[in-house]
Nanobody
């Protein structure tokens, strides 16, 4: 199983980016998918989560600016980031709580994608 994250880049304050996280491999089902971020010198923190049914949860710092969504047919989660601020600069990681069989469940992480917000 692999999770491939992409969509990061350099953007000016107030701008937007859309991150994608595609899960591939021997996947039986996917439960929650999430986005986390880690800024230099700081711990990794939760940004947003989405359940298999579409329920969402956001960090207070991104509420109203970021939107997490998923396409279950494509095993892909998205993070739409609007009104970006310098403090959003970080490496963004996606993860997926998924099953590779009826009884085998684990959390998988994708590689990080760098988001830099700077003028």
């Amino acid at each position: 199983v692999q999770l491939q994250a992409c969509g990061g880049g350099l953007v000016q304050p107030g701008g937007s980016l859309r991150l994608s996280c595609a899960a591939s491999g021997s996947i039986f089902s996917i439960n929650a998918m999430g986005w986390y971020r880690q800024a230099p010198g700081k711990q990794r923190e939760l940004v947003a989560l989405i359940s298999s049914g579409g329920s969402t949860n956001y960090a207070d710092s991104v509420k109203g600016r970021f939107t997490i969504s998923r396409d279950n047919a494509k095993n892909t989660a998205y993070l739409q980031m609007n009104s970006l601020k310098a403090e959003d600069t970080a490496v963004y990681y996606c993860n997926g709580d998924l099953k590779t069989s009826w009884s085998n469940r684990a959390v998988y992480w994708g590689q990080g994608t760098q988001v830099t917000v700077s003028s």
